[in-house]
């Protein structure tokens, strides 16, 4: 019987479910020691040409940490070596972890994916699609939606709100003028308060017939709220991240954790500058140590590579990590499966850009993966046939050297040697 039990756990284990992060070894892994190398000439390259402060890098396959180096600075000009502890702002990196959040409710009955949104929040009732903007007094003109937006649209961006600050010129306005925020460094602001208004404001599109990448997982976030009776920093923090062991994962840093903050930095003439002029929305660049009360679901975070990295295993284990079962397997399943249908041309399931057999030429990306950003220059994905998460974090506002990401998925992928 003890025979049967260990080989059960093994299977279990090979299989992924329920596997925590532990340390290992790149070749027992099947990645090649060797080609990694390409993984620090690429970021020493970087930091060589003054294009990035520093970066930390993760690499875990078959549930085995396999790489996790720092390289340069948190803070140049004090010669403040980046340690792989440090927290970074992760903006929307976000959204995955608020679509796990409504996941999570869908799976408890509180709704249904096609659902009118208005149902749970009425300030979206009766949308309206802008037709013209009058640039005299940023006025507009609106039809009638043919349709309610639905839940699902929200997940997968289709369901026409647009962006503040990096959206459209004409909904940046829009927003600017109904005081609607990006959600990145808006401390001083209560979510309800926002979406109510964003819920009286006009759609770019009909729902359902364009990707429009949005607040619409700033929308999501607050029906968290709505749906659990918790604000969304209290629903992540009991719910996912002490479950998960996340404890380097907040809206707004403790104190005691400040000090770990990697500073944000700008180029400006060729040269690396730490920033200390307003981000998005005039935020404050030191916006995760403020003692805010604005809980944006879809930039709001700040985080290490290796919470991060847990938050990921969890779907590559398919919904279960150190124990703990967020997400049924069936649930991960639909959540990893693309919801858009042409001509709609983005590949999105519920919360996460994919590879599928659409875009796969597009990509060294195997299909079935998962992936998405942030703002400030941070990237990850993961890849279930190879049973890999891998992530680079830098935190630069407006980078130029955003390909940093695609260099180093290459350079992963490369040092798969089995």
């Avoid at 940490?65 to 929307?92: C, P, Q």
Wanted: glycine fraction near 10%; charge should be positive.
């Amino acid at each position: 019987m003890k025979t049967f039990w260990v080989g059960l756990l093994t299977i279990l284990c090979v299989n992924g479910y329920g596997q925590t992060l532990t340390v290992g070894a790149a070749k027992e892994n099947g990645m090649s020691p060797e080609r990694l190398q390409r993984v620090d000439n690429l970021i020493n390259d970087h930091l060589n040409k003054g294009q990035i402060p520093g970066a930390v890098v993760f690499i875990a396959r078959n549930g085995k940490i396999i790489y996790h180096k720092a390289y340069g600075y948190s803070d140049v000009e004090n010669k403040i070596a980046l340690k792989k502890d440090d927290i970074f702002r992760i903006a929307s990196q976000t959204k995955a972890i608020t679509s796990l959040a409504i996941m999570m409710l869908f799976e408890e009955g509180k709704f249904l994916l096609d659902d009118p949104l208005s149902r749970y929040i009425p300030e979206f009732k009766n949308p309206k699609v802008l037709v013209s903007v009058n640039w005299a007094d940023t006025t507009y003109t609106t039809m009638p939606a043919k349709s309610e937006i639905t839940i699902r649209q929200l997940l997968t961006h289709t369901s026409g709100i647009d962006y503040a600050s990096i959206g459209s010129q004409e909904f940046k306005a829009i927003y600017a003028k109904a005081k609607v925020p990006s959600g990145i460094g808006s401390a001083n602001m209560v979510l309800a308060d926002k979406m109510k208004v964003l819920g009286g404001l006009p759609l770019k599109h009909h729902p359902g017939e364009q990707f429009t990448y949005g607040l619409n997982t700033d929308v999501l976030g607050y029906l968290v709220e709505v749906l659990s009776g918790q604000s969304l920093e209290q629903f992540f923090k009991t719910r996912i991240f002490q479950p998960l062991g996340m404890n380097d994962t907040y809206f707004y840093l403790p104190k005691e954790k400040q000090n770990r903050l990697v500073y944000l930095y700008q180029t400006k003439n060729g040269r690396l500058l730490k920033m200390e002029t307003p981000t998005y929305d005039g935020s404050n660049p030191q916006y995760p140590t403020l003692a805010g009360t604005y809980f944006s679901g879809g930039a709001g975070l700040s985080s290490t590579v290796e919470d991060y990295g847990k938050f990921l295993q969890l779907f590559l284990n398919k919904g279960e990590y150190n124990g703990v079962r967020l997400l049924s397997r069936k649930t991960v399943e639909l959540m990893l499966t693309n919801q858009t249908q042409p001509p709609i041309t983005t590949q999105f399931g519920l919360g996460f850009g994919l590879e599928t057999s659409a875009n796969d030429h597009q990509s060294i990306y195997t299909i079935g993966s998962f992936s998405w950003g942030g703002a400030f220059n941070t990237h990850y994905w993961a890849d279930p046939k190879e049973k890999l998460v891998a992530m680079i974090f830098t935190n630069m506002y407006a980078s130029p050297v955003w390909n940093i990401g695609d260099k180093f998925k290459v350079a992963v992928y490369g040092a798969v040697g089995d």
